[in-house]
């Protein structure tokens, strides 16, 4: 069974902070995607990387693609109210079904102003 | 432009009714996609639709389980004799075939509770 761990598991900072959540497996990525979810509500695509040591940039956030695609992270600057949610990572297996996305457990953010 | 729509966002039921769940894709996506949430977990895959065709069904889907696409555009997901352990986020999400990744944009979920 291939597995995708999310670290922390949860997060708690104060507004302004700078924070990083890491996914990581043992299996490589043919592609990872980045989602960010709200209670009750389904994921927002935030960002698709899938070239080995890509950064890719999304006004505040930075997501990393590990050199041998077996791990991503996700940097948030200056950390606000509105971050708040749970960030799940996405991957489907290089080798694999293309189609079939297996995710993670998730990083429930919350940031207090 | 119209995002990825699930109707009823809400539905509870009394163990052992049949609910059904409808999904409606982004209209240019011939891929769709259903998966299940539970509490502290990540979406799981359920199965998977290219136009009308059902390609691939998860271990997860037991056969009281059916999904449907059938003239390639909406899908529904029937659950037969629910049960409490059904209860669920139930989320649907399309993507674009001839992609050399696979980019999918969920809909907004059913939340099923079984009482």
């Known amino acids: 069974t291939q597995l995708l761990e999310q670290s922390p598991q949860f997060l708690s900072i104060q507004e302004g902070e700078n924070l990083t959540v890491y996914c990581n497996s043992s299996s490589v990525f043919s592609s990872l995607q980045w989602y960010r979810q709200e209670p009750g509500e389904g994921p927002v695509l935030l960002v698709t990387v899938v070239t080995g040591g890509e950064v890719k940039k999304l006004k505040r956030l930075t997501f990393q693609f590990g050199d041998a695609r077996k791990d991503s992270s996700l940097h948030i600057t200056a950390a606000q109210p509105g971050d708040t949610g749970l960030y799940l990572c996405?991957?489907?297996?290089?080798?694999?079904?293309?189609?079939?996305?297996?995710f993670g457990k998730g990083t429930l953010l919350t940031v207090n102003p | 432009d119209t995002g990825v729509s699930q109707d009823p966002r809400h539905k509870i039921t009394k163990r052992g009714q049949n609910v059904t769940f409808r999904c409606d894709p982004i209209?240019?996506?011939?891929?769709l996609y259903w998966y299940r949430q539970t509490l502290g977990q990540g979406p799981e895959f359920l199965t998977y639709f290219q136009n009308e065709a059902q390609l691939e069904k998860s271990r997860l889907l037991s056969d009281r389980f059916s999904a449907e696409r059938p003239k390639g555009s909406f899908s529904t997901l029937e659950i037969q004799r629910t049960e409490q352990g059904d209860s669920a986020m139930y989320l649907c999400a399309s993507s674009a075939s001839g992609r050399t990744y696979n980019e999918q944009f969920f809909g907004p979920g059913t939340r099923l509770t079984v009482l």
């Open positions: 996405a991957g489907a297996w290089y080798g694999g079904s293309n189609y079939k996305l297996t």
């Open positions: 209209s240019e996506h011939n891929r």
